[in-house]
């Protein structure tokens, strides 16, 4: 150990093996018929963590500096940590304790790996505050990029009620009904994490800034919930009828949703178009 608590030894070692042990399967990634390596190549994880492969062969060294809590969470990520796992790696980084927003941003690997299968649908995974944690490309095509946020506008929930254009994207005549059903799922979420918790927080903060919430907040709703129906008005292609399907880790309160259209109908070309095209054809909301 060094004084800065950083294990570089124990730290190569580990990053090593979980490198060795990743299939291209694991991540989405096509094993091709030149693959030659057992597990990963470093370059692949380097890109799953948003991190140089320089950087990853020095820390595989033992060589490298220490890795930062935001990088720690990155290398968590891409890898596909377990809870237990991205734990050890932040020891094993000297770092004794976590942010968190940071601990609430790790996405759960089953998820992940469903997510990998993805990448050709309209698909995000969402923290129990409705912060957006990730999406597929489809997915920013069809709602923009809602990972950009930062602070309380990282929750759909806060942007709702403070932010105009949060609600561009959906049908007028859904937003009535979408603002109680934020209201019950935010009710049901601050209770359960309690007092000064990050959803208490978030009650008290919607409470001093919008005076919709603060009236909805005192019907007392609970129990309200989405649809799988959702209507969508896009800014390039119009309007979009879809069906939502929610794969839920109930340790991690987190949900993956999955966003498809009946096959024959305009909404689905609408969406195959979206798809095709990708998101730097269309401008954000």
């Known amino acids: 150990m ?10 190569a070692a580990f990053l090593r093996g979980r490198r060795q042990s990743l299939q291209p399967e694991d991540v989405g990634l096509r094993r091709g018929a030149r693959r030659r390596t057992s597990g990963l190549r470093r370059e692949e994880v380097a890109e799953l963590c948003d991190m140089s492969s320089d950087y990853l062969a020095r820390l595989e060294r033992g060589s490298g500096s220490q890795p930062s809590q935001q990088m720690a969470a990155a290398i968590a990520r891409g890898l596909r940590l377990t809870p237990d796992e991205r734990d050890h790696l932040f020891l094993l980084c000297g770092h004794r304790g976590q942010p968190r927003h940071l601990r ?25 505050l409705g912060e957006t944690l990730q999406q597929t490309p489809p997915a920013v095509a069809l709602l923009g990029d809602e990972t950009r946020h930062t602070g ?7 942007r709702w009620f403070t932010d105009p254009a949060s609600r561009s994207r959906y049908l007028p005549e859904d937003h009535e009904q979408n603002s109680r059903v934020y209201v019950s799922i935010l009710r049901a979420v601050a209770t359960a994490q309690g007092a000064g918790s990050p959803g208490a927080a978030l009650v008290t903060e919607l409470q001093s800034v919008s005076a919709e919430f603060a009236a909805l ?11 799988n129906a959702k209507r969508f008005v896009h800014p390039e292609v119009g309007r979009i009828d879809l069906f939502c399907q929610t794969l839920l880790d109930p340790d991690q309160g987190q949900s993956l ?6 096959p024959g ?16 054809t269309f401008t954000d909301a």
């Open 104 to 128: 609430d941003a790790h996405i759960s690997p089953g998820l992940l790996r469903v997510m990998d299968r993805l990448q050709d649908t309209p698909a995000e995974i969402l923290g129990p």
């Open 265 to 280: 109908t305009e909404s689905h070309e609408k969406l195959a178009l979206l798809t095709v095209l990708g998101s730097d």
């Open 2 to 11: 060094t004084d800065t608590g950083l294990d570089r030894d124990g730290l």
């Open 257 to 262: 949703l999955i966003f498809t259209a009946s």
């Open 217 to 227: 907040w005192e019907r007392q709703e609970i129990g309200l919930r989405w649809s």
């Open 152 to 158: 309380p506008a990282r929750s759909a929930l806060y």
